[in-house]
Structures are given as C-alpha cells and as structure tokens.
C-alpha cells in the first residue's frame, strides 16, 4: 500500500510545528497569542455594538488570552492524536488499539514538549498543558471514528475504511 508509505508524513509535520511554538520565549508566545485575544475582542465589539473601557478591556484580553493558548494546546494535540491514526491505520491498527495508541504518544509527546519548554527563556512545563493536550488527543480521537462512522454509514464508491 503507497499511503503506508507516506502517512507518518502528517504527523510528523504537526510536531515540528508543535516543537516550534514551544521553542518560542515567552513574551513572543504570548504576544502571538494577545494578538489573536485583541482581534477577538475587536470583532466582539464590532459585532456587538459595544465599547469597552480600558480597564474592561485589558481584564477581557487576559481572559481571552488565557483561552486562546489553553485552545491552542488542545487543538495541536487533537491534531496531532488523528495525524497519528492516520498513520497506524494505514499500518494495520483497528479499533482500541487504533484509539488508544495515539493518545497515548500525544500525551508523551506533550510530556517531552513541555519538558523542552523548561529550557526555553520565561517559559516552564506545566502538568495542567500536559492534561489539556492529552484531552485533546482523546478529543481528536473521538471525532477521527465520527468521521469513520459516518463515511462508512454513507457507503462510498471507493474502498471501506474498517474500524
């Protein structure tokens, strides 16, 4: 099979990308994801027809930011939990095994990247990130068999994915 031969490739590229945020000092991190908190915000705003005060403002921002870098790590993880089922499918893995396995190397991965964080300027490995990550990886998990369930419920002109 030809995809076997290629589907680790997925993987490998989202933990790359996860290895660089975390390479990132701290107040780099944290501007990138103020960044995305004020565009938010702005876009609240506008939508809502509101203005807020400085103060309100800047409490708002925290409380954004806060979400957008724990949504940050659940989503890295998630993707990285069905990139790595993509690639066990394709070596012959099914069912527990097929969930179960990658969740659980996400959440090593998660354990070594936050690790790896120690070593980088203002930042610090947090057991919190390392939950957050693996409940992403189960989160992950559980919508690669929705999509199964579905394609093989739907039927297909192709060959059957099997769970």
Known sequence: MKLKKVSW???????????????????????SSL?????????????AQVQF?????????????FFVRKGSHFCEYALLA????????????????????????????AATDEFHQTFVPGRSG????VLIDTTGAVAGMLFFFLVLRI????GSK??????
Not at 93 to 109: D, E, H, T, W
């Open 9 to 31: 490739i997925p993987a490998v590229i989202v933990m790359v990308i996860i290895f660089a945020f975390s390479s990132k000092p701290a107040v780099s991190s944290n501007e």
């Open 35 to 47: 960044t995305i908190a004020s565009q938010l915000l702005v876009a609240y705003e506008n939508t």
């Open 53 to 65: 005060d400085e103060g309100q403002r800047d409490e708002i921002l925290e409380t954004i930011n």
């Open 82 to 109: 069905v990139t790595l089922a993509f690639h066990l499918y394709f070596c012959g893995f099914r069912k527990g095994r097929l969930f179960f396995l990658p969740v659980i190397l996400s959440a090593i991965y």
């Open 126 to 129: 947090q057991l919190g990130d």
């Open 151 to 154: 394609y093989n419920a739907l």
């Open 158 to 163: 192709w060959a059957k994915f099997k769970v």
